[in-house]
C-alpha cells in the first residue's frame, strides 16, 4: 500500500492555471496504474487523467488540451498541470493507484490507494 498526499489546490479565476503534486510514499507510481479523479458534491468521483508507466497519458475529454499529466524523474510525484481553468473544473481532487493492466478502463472503485484529496475553486 502507498501513501499519497495531494497539494496545489486553490482558487483561481477562470482562464487560470494550477499545479497539483501527489506525493508517494515510495516509487511504485512508475510501475502502478496512477490516475487523478475529481469530485463535486452529488456526483460520482471522475476519471481526469491517468498514466501508466511510460504508456500515453489518458486525458479525460473535458480537459483535453488543457491538463496535463506527469511524474517526475525519481518517479515519487505524480503531477496534474490545470491550465485555462474553467468553473466547471471545480472540485476535489484526488490521486490514485492501482494495479496496471487495464488502467485506462479502470473504475474508480477499482483503485487501492488513494490521497486525502486537495480543493480546486474556479471562479468566473
Known amino acids: 500500500q502507498v501513501q499519497l498526499l495531494e497539494s496545489g489546490g486553490g482558487s483561481v479565476q477562470a482562464g487560470g492555471s494550477l499545479r497539483l503534486s501527489c506525493r508517494a510514499s515510495d516509487n511504485s507510481i512508475s510501475v502502478r496504474c496512477m490516475g487523478w479523479f475529481r469530485q463535486t458534491p452529488g456526483k460520482e468521483r471522475e476519471p481526469v487523467a491517468r498514466?501508466?508507466?511510460?504508456?500515453?497519458?489518458s486525458i479525460a475529454d473535458s480537459v483535453k488540451g488543457r491538463f496535463t499529466i506527469s511524474k517526475d524523474a525519481a518517479k515519487t510525484t505524480l503531477f496534474l498541470q490545470m491550465n485555462d481553468l474553467k468553473p466547471e473544473d471545480t472540485g476535489m481532487y484526488y490521486c490514485?493507484?492501482?494495479?496496471?493492466?487495464?488502467?485506462?478502463?479502470?473504475?474508480?472503485?477499482?483503485?487501492?490507494?488513494w490521497g486525502q484529496g486537495t480543493q480546486v475553486t474556479v471562479s468566473s
Open positions: 498514466i501508466y508507466g511510460e504508456a500515453r497519458p
Open positions: 490514485a493507484a492501482g494495479a496496471g493492466p487495464g488502467c485506462y478502463i479502470l473504475p474508480p472503485a477499482d483503485f487501492d490507494d
